[in-house]
């Protein structure tokens, strides 16, 4: 049966201790820059930007870091010429305090063009390079087929049979 190596590293109330206290913020600037945001964005946004999250952004103590590992992976990733865009529908029942509930899959309405939004998100460090996108029809559109092709890329709908 095969160690775990972590135990080998910490106990786990040392961990649960450094967890405890570990922050990747500055908790002194968090209401400053809140606030730029707020006036940069003239109020709470309903749109989520990446370069620019919204006020009320949850993510915003780690946002920072992730966007460095992020612009790593880039750096480190190359991709092949076939990209594959999917969703991943997760039962949770916990509390989270950023969790997003789709009512598109539960019959209701969805957010306008929001399949185009997250393609077109996804690709945008891709354009130019020639590489072809595949998903299903929930991020289809002639909208998304027609932007990607001014960005040299291609577009492939997938349909699932059964």
Request: proline letters at 4%; hydrophobic letters at 35%; glycine letters at 8%.
């Amino acid at each position: 049966m095969k160690q775990h190596p972590f135990p080998a590293t910490m106990s786990r109330n040392r961990f649960k201790s450094i967890l405890r206290f570990l922050r990747f913020d500055d908790t002194w600037a968090r209401k400053a820059r809140i606030a730029a945001r707020k006036a940069a964005q003239g109020g709470p946004s309903k749109q989520f930007s990446y370069a620019m999250p919204p006020p009320e952004d949850n993510f915003g103590h780690i946002r920072e870091i992730a966007h460095k590992i992020i612009s790593t992976f880039y750096h480190l990733l190359e991709p092949g010429r076939n990209l594959v865009v999917d969703e991943q529908i997760v039962k949770f029942k916990g509390r989270c305090g950023f969790r997003v509930y789709m009512k598109s899959k539960e019959g209701g309405s969805r957010e306008i063009e929001q399949g185009k939004r997250v393609v077109l998100d996804l690709a945008e460090v891709y354009a130019g390079t020639g590489r072809n996108i595949t998903a299903d029809n929930f991020f289809s559109s002639l909208k998304l087929c027609l932007e990607l092709r001014e960005k040299n890329l291609t577009y492939l709908q997938c349909y699932l049979l059964g």
